[in-house]
């Protein structure tokens, strides 16, 4: 006899005069609406025990297959259960099933971010013993950091059409694994500069697909009141990735190797795509999980073929005339490009300034390195917080950003010119200067970086791969050119800070003239 016992949600049974127990009824059986393997509310619990099972007018006999799989019911509407002879069956694992998905896929991909900078920063560490073993100045030390960049920019635009067609998901966790095995082939380049740098811009596309497919997923998925935690957590997963990767790069290096943080590293993102697989964009569907599983080449070629296809036509779809007439997308691509400068400058040749300028060894440099993106965690939620209180009360989308992407500016802008004019300060209150005013420009994950899916949570992500394209362009020629004024003017205050200083005041002016996050529809006849 079974004892077949089943809680699920959302289940209706047959027809209104069936008591549930009439085995006369045609329709007696259940037929569900919908029955989730991870369901978070109510409980979902599954007993089988027996060797055979009723259902929608079919007896499947107890023969067990070799997945260990039911079929119950003989139509478009059966649904695949789990046996166990006499043993229970639990859905309770794992623990985080009951945490909502769009969490779930905000913290897997904060954690990408994660593993994005540990793998951008881990050559500002390494440039200084490998320099020192091949013999590289200044200049060389600068085209082989910006050769990142140059991968950078080259897949932006790219990363927004394919998140557009294919989702953030799967765009993220390609991006994900192919940097990752770039990462791992650089020491094997490192005695031949093009084939470094040619790994490095392998680096890079992998990289640049990130912040479109992740800004992809929040547009779609995320309620425009949660926008800008959920931007800070991601986002922020840069800063947390700039301070792990800093701190794990000099023992490594001292211990193992300059190599063997490029190892670790690219090894940490293969992983991360492993446990990426699992995590669903929506709750799975018993029957969808196992139908999923069971789709052939063919199908799943044919799938791919339709894909590029639809990818050919939306090329034509996207409204790129539309996009350049809006003011407020000229004012993101110019304050992307200001932002970058600062930033990409910075983060590569901070550990080098604090090395020269303090004496520091390369352990020493690198934990003062941390202290800017440290902060930056901190800043960064306490930006969120605020920009979202901001919302809720009422105030202006436009006005909220503009307040914070202009804190954004003005803070590393005054804290550099500090740090540029001798007044007789001792070196670690410099430091001090320079991290206060570097984690300030978080306030930019709360502002700029909301405003493409403010603007358009349709076009998003290709919003977002126009403005990385420019700016991943200071990447390309603000890294190397510090190198060249570095080996040129032999002053910090000239190669590293004045530029920076320049993008940052023009960026606040532009951002408070023209920027805007009013939604826009972008027709090509507006």
């Not at 029955?35 to 007896?59: I, M, Q």
């Not at 930033?343 to 440099?365: D, G, K, Q, R, V």
């Not at 902060?375 to 202006?396: C, H, K, M, P, W």
């Given at each position: 006899?079974?004892?077949l016992q089943i809680k699920p949600e959302n289940w209706r049974f047959c027809a209104p005069y069936c008591n549930g127990v009439n085995s006369s ?403 670690w209150e410099v430091v001090g200067i320079l991290c206060a005013g570097l984690a300030l420009s978080s306030f930019a994950l709360s502002g700029l ?78």
């Amino acid at each position: 006899m079974a004892n077949l016992q089943i809680k699920p949600e959302n289940w209706r049974f047959c027809a209104p005069y069936c008591n549930g127990v009439n085995s006369s009824c045609r329709n007696h059986g259940f037929r569900p609406n919908i029955l989730r393997l991870f369901a978070a509310k109510p409980r979902l619990e599954l007993r089988v025990r027996s060797t055979s099972v009723k259902g929608k007018g079919d007896v499947v006999e107890g023969e067990r297959s070799s997945e260990g799989l039911k079929r119950i019911g003989g139509s478009d509407e059966s649904v695949s259960v789990l046996e166990s002879d006499d043993e229970e069956v639990g859905l309770n694992w794992p623990p985080w099933k009951d945490i909502p998905q769009r969490y779930k896929l905000i913290g897997t991909t904060s954690l990408a971010f994660v593993i994005c900078n540990m793998d951008k920063v881990n050559l500002s560490i390494a440039i200084i013993p490998m320099s020192h073993q091949f013999g590289w100045n200044s200049s060389t030390a600068g085209v082989v950091q910006s050769s990142f960049f140059w991968g950078y920019a080259l897949s932006q635009l790219p990363g927004g059409w394919l998140a557009k067609i294919f989702g953030g998901k799967r765009v993220l966790e390609v991006g994900v694994l192919a940097w990752s095995i770039a990462t791992i082939f650089v020491p094997f380049s490192a005695g031949f500069i093009p084939g470094l740098v040619l790994s490095r811009i392998l680096v890079g596309i992998g990289e640049g697909v990130s912040p479109s497919a992740a800004t992809d997923l929040i547009a779609r998925s995320i309620p425009l009141e949660e926008r800008s935690r959920a931007i800070a957590f991601v986002f922020g997963g840069l800063s947390v990735g700039s301070v792990i990767g800093l701190l794990l790069a000099p023992p490594l290096i001292q211990t193992f190797g300059w190599e063997s943080v490029f190892y670790l590293f690219g090894i940490f993102g293969i992983i991360w795509c492993l446990g990426f697989e699992f995590v669903e964009e929506k709750p799975s569907v018993v029957g969808e999980y196992f139908l999923r599983r069971s789709l052939n080449v063919a199908s799943m070629s044919q799938s791919w073929r339709n894909s590029f296809e639809e990818l050919a036509g939306s090329l034509k779809d996207v409204p790129w005339k539309a996009f350049f007439q809006s003011p407020a997308v000229w004012a993101m691509i110019y304050a992307h490009f200001c932002g970058s400068w600062g930033h990409y400058t910075c983060l590569s040749w901070l550990p080098t300034y604090f090395s020269e300028e303090l004496n520091l060894n390369l352990t020493e440099a690198a934990w003062v390195s941390v202290l800017p993106p440290l902060a930056s965690v901190v800043v960064t939620n306490l930006a969120a917080q605020f920009a979202d209180y901001l919302i809720s009360r009422g105030v202006e989308n436009t006005r909220v950003r503009k307040i914070c992407q202009t804190i954004a500016f003005l803070s590393p802008a005054a804290s550099m010119t500090l740090s540029s004019i001798d007044f007789g300060l001792p070196p670690w209150e410099v430091v001090g200067i320079l991290c206060a005013g570097l984690a300030l420009s978080s306030f930019a994950l709360s502002g700029l970086y909301c405003t493409h899916q403010d603007i358009s949570t349709e076009y998003a992500s290709v919003l977002l791969g126009i403005t990385n394209t420019v700016g991943a362009v200071p990447g390309i020629v603000g890294v190397a050119l510090t190198g060249y004024l570095l080996d040129s003017t032999h002053s910090w205050s000239l190669s590293l800070f004045a530029p920076s200083i320049f993008f940052y005041l023009t960026g606040t002016v532009v951002w408070l003239v023209f920027a805007s996050s009013k939604p826009q529809s972008f027709k090509e006849e507006d």
